[in-house]
């Protein structure tokens, strides 16, 4: 069936660096697409979101790139801070214009920023 | 509310006993949605209500389980004669329907079958 998977189950970066996380998708259909990050014991959390119809969109010290060629997706944080490890999880939404319709979620990256 | 609240927060149930969890979206969200994570692993999605349409059950794993909606605010998700399988966090999240910005999600509900 569909999928948005990631690359990289793990990432471990030095505070300061920047990060980058990256998501394949198999849905070539899909039209908006969206990062999460989930902290131990919380929800998932918002933090930035793409349309089908643009390839970067920026935020506060975060960045999203989307590769529609090659469906690709990908996470930049600037400037890593401890406050950033989480698990990263992209997601995608097939509903037409965005009119609601469920978020299909990948299997999630975890990042880890040492002092 | 400011956010979805989801209750209880922790439940421990014995195999085969039946399971209310509840989710109160976001007051005047149109959209609300059940999701289920387990250890290490993704959001699996279960069930979504959109207004009054009808629900999109296409997730939910056995006819073990079910959710309804009540008045388009507060859902109860329902697991019946549970299985130790069925251990896992379940999120709700709610959304304005328009999807844009995504959805809000709450904390979650962590299930233990004993």
């Known amino acids: 069936g569909e999928s948005v998977g990631l690359h990289l189950p793990t990432l471990s970066v030095q505070e300061g660096d920047n990060s980058i996380i990256n998501c394949a998708y198999s849905?070539?259909?899909?039209?908006?697409f969206i990062w999460y990050k989930q902290e131990s014991g919380k929800g998932p959390q918002f933090i930035i979101d793409?349309?089908?119809?643009?390839d970067k969109r920026q935020g506060q010290r975060v960045t999203v790139l989307l590769n529609k060629t090659v469906k690709h997706l990908s996470l930049q944080i600037a400037a890593t801070q401890p406050g950033d490890s989480a698990v990263y999880f992209c997601?995608?939404?097939?509903?037409?214009?965005?009119?609601?319709?469920?978020?299909?979620f990948g299997q999630g990256t975890e990042l880890s920023v040492k002092p | 509310g400011a956010g979805v609240s989801q209750s209880p927060s922790n439940k421990v149930t014995e195999k085969g006993k039946d399971v209310e969890l509840r989710c109160d979206p976001i007051?005047?969200?149109?959209?609300l949605y059940w999701y289920r994570q387990s250890l290490g692993q993704g959001l699996e999605f279960l069930i979504y209500?959109?207004?009054?349409?009808?629900?999109?059950k296409s997730g939910l794993p056995s006819d073990r389980f079910s959710a309804e909606r009540t008045g388009g605010s507060v859902s109860t998700l329902t697991i019946q004669r549970t299985q130790q399988e069925d251990s896992a966090v379940y999120l709700c999240?709610?959304?304005?329907?328009?999807?844009?910005?995504?959805?809000?999600f709450g904390s979650g509900t962590r299930l233990t079958v004993v």
């Open positions: 997601a995608e939404n097939m509903a037409p214009n965005n009119q609601g319709g469920k978020l299909i």
């Open positions: 849905n070539s259909a899909s039209d908006y």
């Open positions: 999240a709610s959304s304005s329907g328009t999807g844009l910005y995504g959805y809000t």
């Open positions: 007051s005047g969200h149109t959209a």
């Open positions: 793409i349309r089908s119809n643009m």
């Open positions: 209500f959109q207004g009054n349409s009808a629900p999109d």
